[in-house]
Nanobody, 126 residues
Framework: VQLQASGGGLVQAGGSLRLTCEAS????????MGWFRQAPGKEREFVSA????????RYADSVKGRFTISKDNAKNRMYLQMNGLKPEDTAVYYC????????????????????WGQGTQVTVYS
């Protein structure tokens, strides 16, 4: 499977962006999917994850209340609505899926995911 992340861009602080991750083929609703990001000079960090119906998504503390993860299983897509963006949100955002079903919950660990998209740049200026 291939994952294509899109929707990044340049936005002023306080603005919004919506990221989309599209899978090249069907990923089952019980496969965990997640968003991670990596800023220059920093390690990759967890942003948000979702599994199943999406009733219990998981968020990093830094994005809680500002970001919303969702998915459309029929369209093989996952989304990340980002509101109230801050300069510290600047990073390359990656989507990932656990096709091997290593986990049964929305994991915040990168090792839980076996397929990754190419990343989309998000730049927030003040």
């Amino acid at each position: 499977v291939q994952l294509q992340a899109s929707g990044g861009g340049l936005v002023q602080a306080g603005g919004s962006l919506r990221l989309t991750c599209e899978a090249s083929r069907r990923t089952f609703s019980n496969n965990a999917m997640g968003w991670f990001r990596q800023a220059p000079g920093k390690e990759r960090e967890f942003v948000s994850a979702i599994i199943g119906s999406g009733r219990t998504p998981r968020y990093a503390d830094s994005v809680k209340g500002r970001f919303t993860i969702s998915k459309d299983n029929a369209k093989n897509r996952m989304y990340l609505q980002m509101n109230g963006l801050k300069p510290e949100d600047t990073a390359v955002y990656y989507c990932a899926v656990d096709l091997s079903r290593r986990v049964w919950f929305p994991s915040d660990s990168g090792s839980a995911y076996d397929y990754w998209g190419q990343g989309t740049q998000v730049t927030v200026y003040s």
